[in-house]
């Protein structure tokens, strides 16, 4: 189901994708990369790994990504049009669990949005960025702090925008779970052996929740 959506008097297209197999328990809302936009194979692999499972997807771009641009909004902007999508997707989606996140900094909005109390059941995060390439003393994580709903954070072990033991040492008492995948950069495909991998885990911490 493709949507419209209104954002500060401008519009950005939507996918509502419900899930391939019974359950559909839960509905996630998934922001795109720095350099994507809703319908790159990262999103599509991530929506059918997650719908394959018993998750609905709503995909969806940022207003610069919609208007053609490669330059993202700043941080106010992506945060009100992540807003606009999931307001529309509670209104579409009823009695299920709603999570946010996506990946890189679809991810970083949607921790931004629930670090400021945004309404919301749980955060998905993939390939999240701590820090811009090649420099770790930018951390990305002041507001990880404040986020009240359980996290789940999948970032591969050779991933140059989130050292591993930085993250580990951010996270170290916050209410996260953080998974590793082996020998994976930022830009990990969600085929074969890791879509898997990361499809079952994101299905069984749902669950848990």
């Given at each position: 189901?493709?949507?419209?959506?209104?954002?500060?008097?401008?519009?950005?297209?939507a996918?509502?994708?419900?899930?391939?197999?019974?359950?559909?328990?839960a509905?996630?809302?998934?922001?795109?990369?720095?350099?994507?936009?809703?319908?790159?194979?990262?999103?599509?692999?991530l929506?059918?790994?997650?719908?394959?499972r018993?998750?609905?997807?709503?995909?969806f771009?940022?207003?610069?990504r919609?208007?053609?641009?490669?330059?993202?909004?700043?941080?106010?902007?992506?945060?009100a049009?992540?807003s606009?999508?999931t307001?529309?997707?509670?209104l579409?989606?009823?009695?299920?669990?709603?999570v946010?996140?996506?990946?890189?900094?679809?991810g970083?909005?949607?921790?931004?949005l629930?670090?400021?109390g945004?309404?919301?059941?749980s955060?998905l995060?993939?390939?999240?960025?701590?820090?811009p390439?090649?420099?770790?003393e930018?951390?990305?994580?002041?507001?990880?702090?404040r986020?009240k709903?359980?996290?789940?954070?999948?970032?591969?072990?050779?991933?140059?925008?989130?050292?591993?033991e930085?993250?580990?040492?951010?996270?170290?008492?916050?209410?996260?779970?953080?998974?590793w995948?082996?020998?994976?950069?930022?830009?990990?495909?969600?085929?074969?052996?890791?879509?898997?991998?990361?499809g079952?885990?994101?299905?069984?911490?749902?669950?848990?929740l």
């Amino acid at each position: 189901m493709d949507w419209r959506i209104a954002v500060d008097g401008e519009y950005v297209s939507a996918a509502y994708e419900p899930a391939t197999v019974e359950n559909g328990r839960a509905v996630f809302v998934a922001g795109h990369g720095a350099g994507s936009h809703m319908d790159h194979r990262s999103m599509l692999q991530l929506s059918e790994v997650l719908r394959s499972r018993g998750i609905d997807v709503v995909r969806f771009n940022f207003l610069y990504r919609e208007k053609g641009s490669r330059a993202p909004d700043r941080m106010p902007k992506l945060q009100a049009c992540f807003s606009a999508v999931t307001e529309r997707t509670r209104l579409e989606v009823k009695g299920k669990k709603l999570v946010i996140g996506g990946r890189s900094m679809g991810g970083r909005v949607a921790s931004v949005l629930a670090a400021g109390g945004f309404d919301c059941d749980s955060l998905l995060l993939l390939a999240y960025p701590l820090h811009p390439v090649g420099q770790p003393e930018r951390l990305r994580d002041e507001h990880l702090a404040r986020i009240k709903v359980p996290v789940l954070c999948i970032n591969g072990t050779r991933d140059a925008l989130c050292n591993r033991e930085l993250m580990e040492r951010t996270i170290e008492n916050l209410q996260w779970r953080m998974h590793w995948l082996e020998g994976e950069d930022h830009s990990f495909a969600l085929t074969g052996q890791v879509g898997a991998e990361v499809g079952d885990l994101a299905a069984r911490w749902l669950a848990g929740l």
